[in-house]
């Protein structure tokens, strides 16, 4: 995918604040075996860059650094690829600024 | 579970909701509020400009209280292509008032000290919670809420929906769909922390005064998008934003549009040296009149972000959610005061005078605007920019080319990169979505 060489998300999540809820997941991807377009524009569009590809070519999500945006729900909850939830009450990200 | 009954429960501790839960607790209604954040505004992002006037019309008194950053002096509107901005800056001293008419905030500041106004007026704040779902009786009418913190149900008169512009309850309930890509925008920001004195040396401020920076061109890459840096007193937010459906189309990366904004030339001075503190990501509803849903039904009503009230071209959302949420309450109160149900008939009180206001007004204005944007991003973001960057660099540039061949060469590189009839068209569209 046309993911930047140069940015690393990784040191910008390194910033904020999580409280993760350790083994609830809030979003999942549906499993497959190819991943639709709409999977795959996640690779890109998700702006923690939560979703990775497996060596299997198959699309695949580590929520930690999720910032609860809704982006992916709103590309990939209509075809059913994801299921998108908000955290439990108090985990997930906290914003000191916003 | 909470056995007791309310007059009303609002979902959501951000603008909407702190304007709704605060006018109903003010008006003696019992009121319960919950948020899913740690704190009102652990979840919240925004620019962030504060509007004064509505901002009052909730909290008189809100100036000497509230966590304000800067007061704004100064607009700069910024055309960019990859090198060079075409700017049109407005500063007045006027603005230098003693009631001023904006400001600079940081939102998870400002949304716990709002609460804390929300608390005082009585109503009842459960923060770490999240509403799972809308309860319906027998006959479909909204009833409560359940949650994720306690077994059972919560039941109120009327269910104030302002859980922000992702939906996820109404959506849920069928009261309304899921935000499409295209009419909404994702924005990513970076909070850069420098010396006072360096932010205000950098943008020619003193004291409290501050200034803001619209940006658009390029830096979107031919998308429907802008970027904005905005000084507070400590350090500067930067951000950018695109529609979703521009993301998914073009496979950019927001992280990479970001960095790519701060590498620019004009804009890597101001914040060089920083220390970024956080890295937030929120999404913005651009579709205008023409998205929003249905604002009322029985026994609920939808207010702010969630029920896409935002003024995009204008860069408006905050004083939208707080407008629309303060005049729910109204209506309301107005029902409940007259011993009447919350029926959808009832309800209905709260359009007609959302309808009167400001905010359906404006929306309604520019009703064709987010659909222009779209269908001619190209345009509008990447080709206009570039030609009005060339043809201003050719017209301060002196390099012994007589003036008239300078100009017909302006105009020559306009009409070869939009033909007349086009540039024609891009002006009447303009016009008639702006009018
Ligand atoms: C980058 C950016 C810059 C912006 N700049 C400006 C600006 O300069 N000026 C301006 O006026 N506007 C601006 N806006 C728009 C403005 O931020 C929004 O319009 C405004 O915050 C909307 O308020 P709201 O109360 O409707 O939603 P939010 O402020 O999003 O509040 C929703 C609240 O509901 C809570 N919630 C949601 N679901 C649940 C649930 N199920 N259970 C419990 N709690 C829930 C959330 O945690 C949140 O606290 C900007 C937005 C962004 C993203
Ligand atoms: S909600 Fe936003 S940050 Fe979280 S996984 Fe989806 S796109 Fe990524």
């Known amino acids: 995918m046309n993911v930047e060489p140069t940015v690393r998300v990784e040191d910008k999540l390194y910033y904020n604040r999580y409280l993760v809820d350790v083994g609830r997941p809030h979003v999942t991807v549906r499993a497959h075996t190819t991943p639709s377009p709409q999977l795959l524009a996640l690779l890109s569009a998700c702006p923690a860059r939560c979703y990775e590809l497996n060596d299997n070519g198959q699309v695949e999500i580590t929520v930690d650094g999720c910032i609860e945006c809704g982006t992916c729900r709103v590309i990939a909850e209509p075809t059913g690829d994801i299921k998108w939830s908000y955290p439990r009450g108090g985990y997930g990200v906290l914003f000191k600024f916003g | 579970m909470i056995e007791e009954r309310f007059d009303a429960i609002v979902v959501g501790a951000g603008m909407a909701g702190n304007a709704a839960a605060l006018t109903m607790a003010k008006r003696g209604m019992k009121v319960l509020q919950l948020e899913r954040g740690e704190y009102p505004g652990s979840k919240n992002v925004q620019g962030a400009i504060l509007y004064a006037d509505m901002m009052e019309k909730l909290i008189p008194e809100f100036r000497g209280e509230a966590p304000l950053e800067r007061h704004l002096v100064e607009q700069r509107f910024w055309m960019m292509d990859d090198r060079s901005h075409v700017g049109m800056h407005y500063r007045s001293d006027d603005f230098n008032e003693e009631r001023p008419n904006r400001y600079t905030i940081i939102r998870a500041q400002f949304d716990k000290w709002f609460s804390s106004k929300v608390?005082?007026?009585?109503?009842?704040?459960?923060?770490?919670?999240?509403?799972?779902?809308?309860?319906?009786?027998?006959?479909?009418?909204?009833?409560?809420?359940?949650?994720?913190?306690?077994?059972g149900e919560i039941h109120a008169d009327v269910v104030v929906l302002a859980e922000g512009v992702n939906g996820l309850l109404g959506t849920r309930a069928g009261l309304r769909s899921r935000p499409k890509p295209d009419n909404v925008a994702l924005a990513v920001k970076e909070m850069h922390f420098l010396p006072r004195e360096t932010i205000e040396a950098r943008f020619n401020l003193k004291g409290d005064e501050g200034v803001v920076i619209e940006a658009a061109g390029t830096?979107?890459?031919?998308?429907?998008?802008?970027?904005?840096?905005?000084?507070?007193?400590?350090?500067?937010?930067?951000?950018?934003?695109?529609?979703?459906?521009?993301?998914?189309?073009?496979?950019?990366?927001?992280?990479?549009?970001l960095d790519h904004f701060k590498q620019h030339p004009s804009v890597?001075?101001?914040?060089?040296?920083?220390?970024?503190?956080?890295?937030?990501?929120?999404?913005?509803?651009?579709?205008?009149?023409?998205?929003i849903p249905q604002l009322y039904g029985e026994g609920w009503v939808v207010v702010g972000d969630a029920a896409q009230l935002n003024n995009a071209i204008h860069r408006e959302g905050s004083n939208l959610a707080m407008t629309s949420g303060r005049i729910a309450a109204e209506a309301i109160a107005q029902v409940k005061s007259r011993r009447e149900p919350m029926t959808a008939t009832n309800l209905?009180?709260?359009?007609?005078?959302?309808?009167?206001?400001?905010?359906?007004?404006?929306?309604?204005?520019?009703?064709?605007?987010?659909?222009?944007?779209?269908?001619?991003?190209?345009?509008f973001f990447l080709t206009y920019p570039q030609l009005i960057s060339k043809a201003l660099q050719n017209f301060v540039r002196v390099d012994g080319t007589p003036k008239v061949e300078k100009e017909k060469a302006t105009l020559k590189s306009f009409v070869k990169a939009r033909s007349w009839t086009g540039l024609f068209g891009d002006a009447c569209r303009f016009t008639r979505a702006w009018r």
């Open chain 2, 119 to 151: 608390r005082e007026a009585g109503a009842t704040v459960l923060c770490e919670t999240t509403v799972t779902e809308l309860v319906r009786d027998d006959r479909e009418r909204i009833v409560g809420v359940r949650t994720d913190r306690r077994d």
């Open chain 2, 219 to 257: 830096i979107s890459r031919g998308m429907t998008g802008m970027g904005f840096i905005y000084a507070n007193k400590e350090c500067i937010s930067l951000g950018i934003g695109c529609l979703v459906a521009d993301f998914q189309r073009t496979a950019q990366t927001p992280y990479g549009m």
């Open chain 2, 268 to 291: 890597a001075p101001l914040i060089a040296g920083s220390e970024v503190k956080e890295y937030a990501a929120h999404l913005i509803p651009e579709g205008g009149y023409k998205a």
């Open chain 2, 348 to 379: 209905s009180l709260y359009k007609k005078m959302l309808d009167e206001s400001f905010v359906i007004k404006d929306l309604k204005k520019y009703k064709d605007m987010p659909m222009l944007m779209h269908t001619h991003s190209q345009n």
